[in-house]
C-alpha cells in the first residue's frame, strides 16, 4: 500500500527540525539514519552533525542510529557524534529495526521519531513500526544508479502524499 511510504512530515533538513516542539510534544527517542540524511554518503561526523548531537543530548533526547551500513561506517560515525546507541546492518525497512533502536533508547512507538532520507527504507520501517517518521531530503544528489532508479519511484509517492495532505488541509480549512 502506499501508505506505508508516506512520511508523517516533511523538513527541509534533519537540521532544521524543530527539536523542542518534538520533545515538549513527548518525544524521547530520535532515530537517524546517517548516509545522505545527516552527511553526504560514507562522509565523517562533520561539525553540523556533532554540533546537532550535543545540543540534542543537552535537551534530553536519547539518540540512536540505524543504519543499514557496515559497522566500521556506523561505529565511526557514532562515536564521532557522540550517538548514544546504534544499529549497523539494521536491515531497515524490516520494523524489527526500529524496535531495536526503541529498546536501545528505552522508548515506545508512542515517543520516538525516525528522521531519514529514504522513502523505501526509513520512512517505510517507521511506519511498520507504528513511529512517527520525518523525511529530508538527501544531502547528496548524485546517487548511485540503484538509488536514483528508487528516487524516481520516491517521486510518484512523494507526489500521491502531498495530494493527500493537500487535501486533508484543503478538508480542516473549509
Ligand atoms: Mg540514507
Known sequence: MLKSFYP???CESAYAIDYAALYR????????????TLVPHGAPADQRAKELFRKLREMGFHT????NNRRPRVESFAIGVGAENYVWKSGKPKPSACRKAMAA???????T???????????CCANWARVRS??????DKKEEIQIVLKRRLEKIVL?????????ENGAENS
Open 8 to 10: 508523517d512530515a516533511f
Open 113 to 123: 521519531v525516525f528522521i531519514g532520507d529514504q522513502l523505501f527504507t526509513d520512512i
Open 105 to 111: 533508547m528505552g522508548t515506545s512507538p508512542g515517543s
Open 25 to 36: 510534544s513527548g518525544v524521547r527517542g530520535l532515530i537517524f539514519d546517517i548516509d545522505n
Open 159 to 167: 507526489y500521491f502524499w502531498r495530494r493527500a495532505e493537500r487535501r
Open 134 to 139: 520525518i523525511l529530508v531530503p538527501q544531502i
Open 64 to 67: 540512536c542510529l540505524l543504519s
